[in-house]
C-alpha cells in the first residue's frame, strides 16, 4: 500500500503527470525530473543515497548543500503541510521523490529537493487501514451479477455456514480490481461493474444495512484468482520458488513467492478441536452431531461449562467478530495465522496458493500461502460416503476459501 499513500500524498506535483512518453516505455516510478524509490543505503560521508523503485530499478541520487528537504504525512495533499526536515532525519526504508534532472540511463539523479514519507508513518497508516477494512469489511466470492441495479451478490462464508449478501454499487462507490499477475493491493486499477465476473473475489469496505444480508459499499475491490492446493516436492529460497504437485490435476506446478506475498501455516493442532463449518456437517455449517457452532479460531462442541464469549476481540464488530450475517468469518481467521518464510515451507507440506490469472498456467506469482493445509483441507471437504476413500482436493471445491485479496 506504500506505493498509494505516497502517490496519493504528492499528486498535486505537475511533475508526476509530465514525460507520460519515458514513464511508458521505463520504469513508472522514474521521469525526467525525479525518481520515487525506498531508501535501501545511506551514506553520509558522500551525501548520497540509493534508492530502489518499486519496479526494481537501483538509482543513486546525490545530495548536495542546497537541497532541500521536506517530510509528508501520508495522505496529505499538499506540500504546504509538509514539515522542514534534514538529512539526517533521513533512514532506510522511507520513501522519497528525488526531485532534479534524472540521468539519460536513469540510474542517478542529483537531487534539489527530498520529500520523504517516513517509514514509520507508513507503517502506522497501513497498519490503521488495515484495521479499518478488518472492522468494516466484508469478503467473498461472487455468485450473481444484476447489471440493471448493479447489485453484485457474493457467498460469505462463516462459522455459522454459507450465506448470500447482497451488495449494491454506485457511481459514488470506489471500484479497483487487480490485474494479471499483480499480487499487491494497492497495485488494483480503478474498474467498473462491467468488468465483473461470477467466480470473482471481492472484498468491500462500508457499513452494515437494517438487512443483515445487505452490505453498502464505499470502497470494492475485485480479482480473478486462482487457488489451488499441492504437496511441496522442492523449495528453493534463491529464486523464491516452490514447486508442488497439483492435488486436483495431478500436474506440477511452480509457486513464485515475491515480497509482497503472505505466508502462512495452519497450526495442526487447530484441527484437532474438530471440524469448523464443515460442507456436509450439521446444518448451517455446524459441527455434526447438532452442536453450537465453534468459538472463533476453534472448531468442534464448546466444553462443558464454557463460558460465552465477551463482545471485544471476538464480540460484534471487533476483529475476528461476525461479519454481516453472522458468525464468524474463516478468511478473517485465515488472515490471523502467524506468517512464514519461504524457509519455512518444507518438502511434503501440503500447501494452499492463491494467486491472479497469469500468462502461463504452470507458474503461478502467490498472493496468499497457507502451509501445513492437510489439517485445513481435511477439516473443509465433506466427509466421503460410505466406502470411498477421502479426496484431499475436495476441500477446495465450493471451500468458500477467498484469501486472494490480501489487506493494504
Request: aromatic letters at 6%; hydrophobic letters at 50%.
Given at each position: 500500500?506504500?506505493?498509494?499513500?505516497?502517490?496519493?500524498?504528492?499528486?498535486?506535483?505537475?511533475?508526476?503527470?509530465s514525460s507520460q512518453a519515458s514513464l511508458a516505455q521505463g520504469d513508472p516510478?522514474?521521469?525526467?525530473?525525479?525518481?520515487?524509490?525506498?531508501?535501501?543505503?545511506?551514506?553520509?560521508?558522500?551525501k548520497q543515497?540509493?534508492?530502489?523503485?518499486d519496479a526494481g530499478s537501483m538509482v543513486s541520487v546525490s545530495l548536495s548543500d542546497k537541497t532541500t528537504y521536506k517530510k509528508l504525512a501520508p495522505g496529505e495533499q499538499s506540500l504546504a503541510n509538509a514539515a522542514d526536515i534534514t538529512f539526517a532525519d533521513l533512514g532506510e526504508g522511507d520513501r522519497v521523490m528525488a526531485r532534479g534532472t534524472v540521468s539519460a540511463d536513469q540510474k542517478s539523479v542529483p537531487a534539489l529537493q527530498i520529500i520523504v514519507m517516513t517509514k514509520g508513518d507508513l507503517a502506522k497508516k497501513q497498519e490503521a487501514e488495515r484495521l479499518e477494512?478488518?472492522?468494516?469489511?466484508?469478503l467473498g466470492v461472487i455468485t450473481a451479477l444484476k447489471p440493471d441495479t448493479h447489485e453484485i451478490t457474493i457467498s460469505n462464508?462463516?462459522?455459522?455456514?454459507?450465506?448470500?449478501?447482497?451488495?449494491?454499487?454506485?457511481?459514488k462507490t470506489e471500484m479497483r480490481r487487480y490485474a494479471p499477475d499483480s499480487i499487491k493491493f494497492s497495485d488494483a486499477k480503478p474498474s467498473g461493474f462491467g468488468e465483473l465476473k461470477v467466480g470473482d473475489q471481492l472484498r468491500a469496505l462500508g457499513d452494515k444495512t437494517e438487512d443483515p444480508l445487505r452490505f453498502n459499499p464505499q470502497k470494492v475491490v475485485t480479482g480473478s484468482f486462482r487457488t489451488v492446493g499441492g504437496v511441496v516436492s522442492a523449495v528453493d529460497p534463491a529464486t523464491g520458488e516452490i514447486h508442488i504437485k497439483d492435488l486436483e490435476k495431478k500436474i506440477p506446478l511452480t509457486i513464485v513467492i515475491k515480497q509482497d506475498a503472505v505466508l502462512r501455516r495452519f497450526p495442526a493442532e487447530m484441527g484437532m478441536m474438530g471440524g469448523f463449518g464443515r460442507p456436509g456437517g450439521g446444518q448451517g455449517g455446524a459441527p455434526a452431531g447438532g452442536g453450537a457452532a465453534p468459538a472463533a479460531g476453534g472448531g468442534g462442541q464448546p466444553q462443558q461449562g464454557a463460558q460465552p464469549r465477551p463482545q471485544g476481540a471476538g464480540g460484534p464488530g471487533g476483529p475476528g467478530g461476525p461479519r454481516p450475517g453472522g458468525g464468524f468469518n474463516i478468511n478473517d481467521m485465515l488472515e490471523r495465522l502467524p506468517t512464514i518464510s519461504i524457509a519455512d515451507v518444507k518438502v511434503g507440506d501440503t500447501?494452499?496458493?492463491?494467486?491472479?490469472?497469469g500468462a502461463d498456467p504452470t507458474r503461478l506469482t502467490a498472493i496468499s500461502l497457507i502451509a501445513g493445509a492437510d489439517t485445513l483441507l481435511a477439516?473443509?471437504?465433506?466427509?466421503?460416503?460410505?466406502?470411498?476413500?477421502?479426496?484431499?482436493?475436495?476441500?477446495?471445491g465450493g471451500s468458500g476459501i477467498s484469501f486472494g485479496i490480501g489487506l493494504p
Open positions: 500500500m506504500r506505493t498509494f499513500f505516497f502517490a496519493v500524498g504528492i499528486a498535486f506535483i505537475s511533475l508526476l503527470a516510478n522514474i521521469a525526467a525530473k525525479h525518481a520515487i524509490g525506498e531508501i535501501k543505503s545511506i551514506d553520509a560521508a558522500a543515497l540509493t534508492i530502489k523503485t477494512w478488518r472492522r468494516r469489511g466484508i462464508r462463516t462459522m455459522a455456514g454459507t450465506q448470500a449478501v447482497v451488495i449494491p454499487v454506485s457511481d500447501i494452499i496458493v492463491s494467486s491472479t490469472q477439516m473443509l471437504a465433506p466427509r466421503p460416503a460410505a466406502g470411498q476413500s477421502p479426496n484431499p482436493a475436495a476441500g477446495l
